[in-house]
């Protein structure tokens, strides 16, 4: 657990624990919003990022997941409990920070697409240094990269999720990209 003192309050910040991460995917994902991305780095110290927009992606049967062609050692990580990070390669350049949800077996993730002052996956997957080395890293004992509660208030609008129309229509337009206000 983290302090801060400002202006003589201590704010005290505690990470989410696993259960957060067990459920299903169009629940954990809108409670995202208002989180802290925390970033720890060798060399600057820990960053705390507010996480501003999230888009969510579930199982098999949705046409935009990745687990939608199946197990493959791509999506493995997938498979496994919430709490785990996937990420991967797009355009041979941009890493994309993903957070698995739900139970094993049934695959869900969480896409970062935004964080305070960082818009886009890739941008904020830069930002925050991300690369291949954190697929499949556990975001609660990880001491380089976690989530962490705040009390900032979570209201947010909906809207559908971005480059992916090979997904067909009902997939592309499902409503299940959430930006906080």
């Not at 657990?1 to 202006?7: A, F, L, Q, S, T």
């Not at 780095?41 to 046409?63: C, L, M, N, P, Q």
């Not at 991967?88 to 957070?99: A, R």
Request: aromatic share 12%.
């Amino acid at each position: 657990m983290g302090k801060e003192r400002k202006e003589n309050i201590v704010l005290m910040y505690e990470k989410l624990l696993k259960e957060f991460f067990l459920r299903d995917v169009l629940e954990v994902a809108p409670e995202l919003l208002g989180k802290y991305l925390v970033r720890d780095y060798k060399t600057k110290g820990t960053v705390r990022h507010i996480i501003t927009e999230v888009e969510a992606y579930r199982g098999e049967e949705d046409k935009a997941c990745h687990a939608s062609k199946g197990r493959t050692k791509r999506t493995e990580i997938m498979y496994h409990e919430g709490g785990k990070i996937y990420v991967y390669l797009v355009y041979g350049m941009y890493w994309m920070l993903n957070i698995v949800t739900g139970e094993k077996d049934n695959p869900q993730a969480v896409l970062i697409r935004g964080i305070e002052n960082f818009k886009g996956p890739g941008i904020l997957s830069g930002e925050l240094k991300v690369d291949n080395s954190f697929y499949g890293e556990d975001i609660i004992s990880s001491n380089r990269i976690w989530i962490e509660n705040s009390n900032k208030k979570n209201d947010f609008f909906t809207a559908s999720r971005v480059g992916i129309d090979y997904a067909g229509d009902e997939w592309k337009n499902k409503p299940w990209r959430f930006i906080l206000m």
